[in-house]
């Protein structure tokens, strides 16, 4: 072939010429650096090979390595693996062959990787992390990964990962942010072990670790510091207590000295505690690991003492009670596994009493199933993330979902056989899971997550936020504080913004015009409408179909309120008008907020939402009442005159009225805009209660009558809503 046969063929002189025409655009100094970027970008994006490898983790035990080729470059990922493993987990491929690292070595994990995964994957798109996960798990076809290995998977998967974040040239948090549907990225507060026991460790402490939690530092770097000053202060104080040879660590970089009770070890933090000056900024948490020394029913504290005492036997009831009283002893806000896996009676019993953050790690599994068992019988508040217990990236970010929309805490883990990869430290920020636990701040493996925490904080610079006091439930109380800004990403999301802040304003006006020439019995019962719009609206813009039974029990629903609202003689025509285009605006108005609330590209937190719609509003609303009403400015003028609490009234009445949007907004989050319709109108039949029991109000009958309609057309549609019919 000639080169100009070559040239031809791929089209070169064409995109050797538009990069060239690029450059001179650009004025670049350095045009050739510009042209072999600007063709890099040219190249399609697609894995080119994946290759896989043994290596050891930090207990010296093998695991498995990936390096994933994309036209881009190479992106590694490895796994870690960990010590308390379970029947409702993924499962870790090991050889078996004792002769071979004991029975540990990964071979087959990676000759997987080698042949068949790498066979699958080859010219997928790396960004496409659904897909390449799903790929793996069709491959699989066995519910745990047990055919190819979830170390083999998970390996891959953090590479593409990876590899998806550099196509798309942002940082892997960002990446993972975008997969997971979140924008706010939130440095999470570590728990730091600090003292290792329990199973594997060689004193006599019964639990598995006592962990510091700097919930009181301002930022992650100051958190870093203030958990390893702690961490060198316990240092001196075990050697004070119990010499040099208490300092040696365990697996995951807690002291392991020679301490027998919890209350002995949880002294020996407060002193170090005490002696950082730091002492209300650093809460403790506990990992008890009580599947570990649970005997039928009841659970051993000395279960490591060759000469027990008898007196450390103890029920669940007891359990509880000592919990009880180290949470009033001890600035404890976190346990984690305070009963047996299957123990679940006494894990409700305790997380109900609320008085710290309840842990699942081997309560859950990291498996939905138990997570959503755990939800419903509030046998916990918060998920300990073990990634590798899942499988996949997708996967992962699924059940963080499920325990967010639980309202639970989330804790990304580590395991204790780690590697450098430090994967989790972007997986928490992303998921805004306010909590990262990765061992002690010593030990490469664990402060390669730890140190990777330092430089995304430092990139997001003024945008980052440190979850500190809001490590639990960051979402949960995020409205009362400033909401981190989001930027407007499209003009498209301009547009629906503006348009919703206007539709709320039409409805806002319709409404009070048709005020003025209809009563408002008959505006209610027009308003009562509103659902059917909604699903008019909903189905047009979404095209998402309800089931058919779903809409007929919008017909109860409507109908209640307008037999409430009693038979009105006096019809107006433009009065109808405004207010049947005014209810119309409304349910415009519920299914768009929904849309910008929820859509996975133009997702806003409620916050944002509001502060964007306002000035809308406003320019719209002001000359709106200055035209309807006339005189209003003088007229407020002359009422704030006369009483200066008139304005404390209004400026009242206008927070209120945003707080109700608000609400509005953060309950159409978590429903969809027609059930936000449908609850509306069952809020007369709650008028109608209070009025009756606290105000003794007499009601009519037909308005009793109509409610009740109302309310038993709410019920029928939830449940048509839950058949999905
Ligand atoms: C843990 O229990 O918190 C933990 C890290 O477990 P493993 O030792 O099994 O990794
Ligand atoms: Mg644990």
């Known amino acids: 072939m000639s080169v100009q046969e070559y040239l031809d063929k791929h089209m070169l002189s064409r995109k050797i010429e538009d990069a060239v025409n690029a450059a001179v655009r650009a004025k670049t100094p350095d ?5 072999s970027n600007h063709m890099k970008k040219a190249v399609p994006s697609v894995i080119t090979k994946v290759k ?133 990225s939130i440095l999470p507060v570590p728990a730091f072990t600090v003292i290792s026991g329990g199973k594997y460790s060689g004193n006599s402490l019964p639990i598995q670790d006592i962990l510091i939690l700097p919930t009181g530092a301002s930022r992650f770097e100051e958190a870093l510091q203030m958990g390893s000053e702690t961490y060198h202060h316990l240092k001196a104080v075990i050697t004070e207590k119990y010499g040099a040879n208490g300092c040696s660590v365990g697996e995951d970089g807690g002291f392991t000295p020679n301490i027998s009770s919890i209350r002995e070890g949880l002294d020996t933090v407060k002193e170090a505690i005490s002696r950082t000056g730091y002492a209300d900024k650093i809460k403790i948490g506990i990992d008890v690991a009580a599947t570990d020394f649970c005997i039928g029913t009841k659970y051993d504290l000395e279960f490591k003492s060759p000469n027990k005492s008898g007196q450390n036997f103890k029920s669940g009831e007891d359990m509880i009670q000592m919990y009880k009283e180290l949470c009033i002893d001890y ?39 138990r997570i959503e068992r755990a939800i419903n019988e509030s046998a916990c508040n918060s998920l300990l993330l073990k990634i590798n ?32 990869d430090s994967f989790i430290a972007d997986l928490a920020v992303a998921i805004g899971a306010g ?7 010593c030990r490469g493996e664990r ?15 003024d945008q980052a936020v440190y979850a500190g006091e809001d490590w639990r439930s960051y979402i949960a109380v995020a409205w009362l504080k400033v909401a981190p800004l989001q930027v407007i990403r499209s003009q498209l999301q301009l547009i629906k913004i503006s348009a919703l802040g206007l539709i709320f304003c039409l409805s806002v006006v319709g409404g009070n015009i048709s005020l003025r020439f209809l009563p ?42 307008i037999i409430a609202s009693g038979g009105e003689p006096l019809f107006h025509l433009f009065g109808f008008i405004m207010c049947i285009g005014a209810t119309a605006a409304r349910a415009l108005k519920s299914v768009l907020q929904g849309i910008l609330l929820s859509s996975e590209a133009e997702r806003l937190t409620s916050m944002n939402l509001l502060m964007y719609m306002a000035p809308v509003a406003v320019i719209f609303l002001l000359p709106a009442a200055i035209l309807m009403e006339e005189g209003v400015v003088g007229i407020t003028i002359a009422l704030a005159r006369d009483d200066w609490k008139f304005l404390v009234y209004l400026i009242f009445n206008s927070a209120l009225a945003y707080f109700v949007n608000l609400t509005n907004f953060l309950v159409t989050k978590h429903t969809s805009p027609l059930t936000l319709q449908v609850l509306g109108n069952a809020k007369g039949a709650v008028a109608v209660v209070i009025s009756i029991l606290i105000f003794r109000n007499p009601v009519s009958v037909t308005g009793m009558l109509g409610y009740s309609l109302t309310v038993a057309g709410v019920i029928l549609y939830n449940e048509a809503k839950k058949r999905n019919v």
């Open 31 to 35: 045009p050739v650096l510009f042209i």
């Open 52 to 184: 896989a490898r043994q290596i050891l983790d930090s207990r010296g035990i093998p695991t498995v390595e990936v390096d994933l080729f994309t036209n881009k470059g190479m992106f590694r990922a490895s796994v870690p693996s960990g010590d308390s493993t379970g029947m409702y987990e993924a499962v870790e491929l090991r050889d078996g062959d004792k002769g071979i690292y004991l029975g540990n070595a990964v071979t087959k994990a990676v000759k997987n990787i080698n042949e068949k995964i790498s066979e699958a994957l080859v010219g997928m798109d790396p960004t496409v992390q659904l897909q390449i996960d799903q790929a793996m798990i069709d491959l699989d076809k066995t519910e745990k990964k047990t055919e190819l290995g979830a170390n083999a998977i998970l390996a891959v998967s953090i590479a593409a990962c990876k590899a998806g974040a550099a196509e798309k040239e942002v940082p892997l948090y960002k990446h993972i942010a975008d997969l997971s549907g979140k924008s706010n």
């Open 331 to 369: 600035p404890i806000t976190s346990i984690e596994d305070p009963f047996d896996k299957e123990d679940w009676e006494h894990s409700k019993h305790f997380c109900n009493l609320g008085l710290c953050q309840v842990v699942g790690d081997d309560l859950l599994m990291s498996n939905p199933k």
């Open 389 to 420: 217990q899942i499988g996949t990236v997708t996967e992962a970010i699924e059940v963080v979902k499920l325990a967010k929309e639980g309202n639970w805490g989330v804790v990304v883990s580590h395991r204790c056989g780690e590697t450098d």
């Open 435 to 441: 909590q990262i636990k990765a061992g002690a701040p």
């Open 447 to 461: 402060l390669a997550k730890y140190n990777q925490l330092l430089r995304i904080e430092e990139e997001l610079g």
């Open 520 to 561: 408002v019995s008959f505006n209610q019962a027009v308003g009562a409408t509103t659902p059917f719009f909604t699903a008019v609206f909903a189905y047009l813009m979404t095209m998402k179909k309800e089931g058919w039974v779903t809409y007929v029990t919008l017909i109860p629903v409507v109908t209640g309120v």
